[in-house]
């Protein structure tokens, strides 16, 4: 079986690229559905996309490889790709725009694109072995317990990353671009919990507050949630993607509350109230309890100083922490590092020494913020690989 193009993945970056790649295009995936990941994603509402994606919101080793594709495909084509499809949508907090519906719709849509491009799908399909030939590529499948052997012209690596493995997720693109002399960078767990040793938040599981988590090169203003195992929440995940094991981050857990000033004015009006019970009403009570024995929160308001007031709150506006590490790619929405740069051209995808060969999304080195962003690098990216196939003829 000849076809002009294979996209090994069936996930965003993939059935984008399809849908614009021109004719005899298949798309194989192993998994009995397509879109898994989107299925999942802003609670089954698919955070498809945010409408402050620039490349500032993008890791990479190369920060600027992202900014060619980001240009030609924007949020806006997104938004209105959508709205064709008369999907109906609702921002939330921070340009994160969600369906009102389910994330379904964006697969339905995908697959309607897909379709009108003459794309194939085959499903519970596994690639068994890959060849570069003279005009490109051989490939043996399994496809539902049948071998398969096809050609193509083109090649795109469209698997992702090693992030939620019981979906099937593995670090196949990696294995083929290695085969084909690419340079994989470091991957590791992105947007994902931190964990810390025998239980220490415990007791404060389900407690949520605004917080700005940081360290030496990021910070992020947005929730905080203390967890069985640690912390989690959008601050959280946000930060991870700038932190190694070992390293120290610093919480605020007052970032816009003028505290200081609060708790001088109340030890004049109430005094006798306990310093704990007026904490209490500026966070929540369980986390004042939790750091009633670290902080020495003792005494009426009147008892206090200014100077005791103030070192109060640059502790409660310092908490240093270090994480012992983070739950991994088990509940990681992203891997972070992939398929070097370098060995690709920006405005195609195309590997630079392996005619024929693209690789997009979530495989190659460049991962997005938590809010669509890495939605948005998935469109973008398949866009750019997907219309660069179709000009060839």
């Known amino acids: 079986m000849e076809f002009e193009t294979v996209i090994l993945g069936a996930g965003a970056a993939g059935m984008m690229c399809a849908a614009h790649a021109g004719p005899r295009v298949l798309v194989i995936d192993h998994a009995r559905n397509p879109g898994e990941k989107i299925r999942i994603s802003g609670g089954g509402r698919c955070n498809f996309t945010n409408l402050h994606a620039a490349p500032e919101n993008f890791l990479s080793a190369n920060s600027h490889f992202c900014k060619s594709a980001l240009a030609r495909y924007t949020q806006w084509d997104f938004i209105d790709l959508v709205g064709r499809h008369r999907i109906a949508w609702h921002e939330k907090t921070l340009g994160q725009l969600f369906c009102d519906g389910k994330a379904t719709q964006i697969i339905a849509m995908l697959r309607d694109e897909m379709a009108r491009a003459g794309a194939a799908l085959w499903l519970s399909t596994a690639l068994v ?157 369980r986390l004042v309890e939790f750091l009633a024995p670290e902080l020495d929160l003792n005494g009426n308001l009147a008892d206090q100083s200014d100077a005791a007031l103030q070192s109060l709150c640059d502790r409660l506006g310092d908490w240093r922490l270090i994480p012992s590490g983070s739950e991994g790619y088990r509940t990681a929405e992203v891997t972070l590092g992939g398929i070097d740069t370098d060995a690709l051209s920006s405005k195609t995808m195309a590997a630079k020494a392996v005619p024929g060969l693209y690789a997009i999304g979530e495989a190659v080195d460049v991962t997005g913020w938590l809010g669509g962003y890495n939605f948005q690098w998935a469109w973008a990216s398949g866009h750019a690989a997907g219309t660069a196939i179709a000009a060839k003829g």
């Open 129 to 285: 072995d890959l060849s570069k030939t003279d005009g490109g590529f051989a490939l043996t499948l399994d496809r539902e317990g049948k071998r398969v052997d096809l050609t193509c012209r083109n090649l795109v690596l469209a698997t992702g990353g090693k992030s939620i493995p019981r979906m099937g997720a593995t670090g196949l693109a990696y294995d083929i671009a290695r085969q084909f002399g690419l340079d994989v960078t470091e991957t590791r767990p992105a947007l994902v919990p931190f964990t810390f040793p025998e239980g220490r938040f415990a007791p404060l599981a389900g407690v949520s507050l605004p917080a700005r988590l940081s360290n030496a090169r990021a910070g992020f203003d947005e929730a905080l949630l203390f967890t069985h195992r640690g912390l989690s929440g959008p601050a959280v995940l946000q930060l991870s993607s700038y932190w190694r094991e070992g390293e120290e981050i610093a919480v605020n857990l007052i970032p816009d509350l003028p505290l200081y000033e609060t708790l001088r004015d109340q030890r004049q009006q109430a005094g006798r109230r306990a310093l704990t019970t007026e904490l209490a009403r500026h966070l929540p009570a």
